[in-house]
């Protein structure tokens, strides 16, 4: 079996607070019931990746981490308030992203994204990740293509912002696979155009357990990917490229 690292998973655990995001609170989903259902397809690591129903609790993703192990790391989001010293002991901790939700809100404003993304990288290493619909990156292409790393999520949801989104993968931003069934368009022909303009951009993902998804993650994901991208296109997809990323 190939081995698969899962660049966007959450774990939602009732020991810790949840922040209802619009009205909306998800179902648990623990370690346990991650593991249960990510061992049997492969994977081996990942990112466990800060959801905005769990603001700026890093506790959850700590101890989340701890019993994953090494091969995973975390994606978090923080507060521009946030001290050098705080940074290094999440770096300890195996974080090694910082996300903006610039679809729901619950992170940092645009304004201060740039000097938030610029500050972690130069101060950690890490890189910045964008929940946002492709639609909105129009407007911000200059900006984002100044920042040193940056991906975003569910290959940026929208057909719409097709263009843009294809220009930041050749400028280098890296593309999250996942959330096959958020998006308004035909999956393997993007994921075909992504990878034939930046091999290393494509980094898949379950985005289990797909909260508000219309159509969760299904195992048929993985097959549709090998299928669009070709074993050698798939092993950067499924493993090489987020690897990479992620520091490993």
Not at 105 to 127: F, I, N, T
Request: proline share 5%; hydrophobic share 40%; charged share 20%.
């Amino acid at each position: 079996m190939r081995p698969i690292f899962d660049a966007h998973c959450h774990i939602i655990d009732s020991a810790y607070p949840l922040i209802p995001n619009n009205g909306y609170v998800p179902e648990f989903f623990s370690v346990d019931d991650y593991l249960a259902r990510a061992t049997p397809l492969g994977i081996v690591g990942g990112a466990v990746v800060s959801g905005s129903f769990q603001g700026y609790d890093q506790s959850y993703l700590i101890a989340a981490l701890k019993r994953l192990g090494p091969g995973f790391v975390g994606v978090t989001q923080l507060p521009a308030s946030v001290t050098d010293a705080e940074l290094q002991t999440l770096r300890r901790q195996g974080i090694r992203a910082l996300r903006f939700n610039l679809k729901r809100g619950g992170s940092e404003q645009l304004d201060q994204l740039e000097s938030l993304a610029m500050r972690v990288h130069e101060q950690v290493g890490w890189h910045s990740e964008l929940y946002v619909d492709s639609r909105e990156l129009s407007g911000l292409e200059d900006r984002l293509r100044r920042l040193p790393a940056l991906s975003i999520d569910h290959l940026g949801l929208s057909h719409e912002g097709l263009p843009s989104l294809l220009r930041l993968a050749e400028h280098g931003v890296r593309i999250k696979a996942c959330g096959f069934g958020r998006v308004d368009f035909a999956v393997p022909q993007v994921l075909q155009q992504i990878h034939s303009i930046n091999p290393d951009a494509l980094m898949f993902a379950t985005d289990l357990p797909s909260t508000r998804a219309p159509r969760a993650f299904e195992d048929n994901d993985i097959a549709l990917l090998v299928e669009a991208l070709g074993e050698d296109g798939a092993h950067k997809a499924l493993w090489h490229n987020a690897r990479s990323f992620y520091g490993f």
